[in-house]
């Protein structure tokens, strides 16, 4: 799964984008993902990432609230809010498995957030993937 870090560095930085500027064309986003990620299948991975965010948002921002106590998205950084997307997305949506998706999460707030974002990080998506199996 190391090799798809970069699938999820790029997802980030074009969620982090889309978060940012909302009427950024969905061609454009494309482009700059081939422009960065040579490897098919990496380029792959991680246009289902940003597409599946976006398609989900809605269901993964309401997940994300309904764990994060005391915190409203809009109050949350947008690095760290973009990055528990990207992993309610995955654990929520595809086969990943949760103890890849939250250390490759914690991994991506230690490298785009604050001090404490990879333990704010860690901390939600440890409890999104609770509810999710019980």
């Not at 960065?36 to 599946?52: A, H, N, S």
């Not at 991506?108 to 999104?128: E, P, R």
Request: proline content about 2%; some cysteine.
């Amino acid at each position: 799964m190391a090799r798809l870090s970069k699938s999820r560095k790029v997802a980030l930085q074009m969620l982090y984008q889309a978060d940012v500027n909302p009427e950024m064309d969905i061609h454009v986003v494309r482009e700059m993902i081939d422009e960065q990620i040579k490897d098919e299948d990496i380029r792959d991975f991680c246009w289902v990432l940003y597409t599946g965010v976006m398609e989900w948002r809605n269901q993964l921002d309401a997940q994300i609230k309904g764990v994060a106590e005391n915190w409203s998205l809009k109050r949350m950084a947008p690095t760290d809010r973009n990055i528990l997307r990207i992993g309610a997305f995955e654990l929520l949506r595809t086969d990943t498995p949760a103890s890849v998706v939250i250390d490759e999460s914690v991994e991506l707030a230690k490298l785009f957030g604050t001090a404490q974002s990879f333990q704010f990080v860690n901390g939600i998506l440890d409890k999104l993937n609770s509810n999710k199996e019980s």
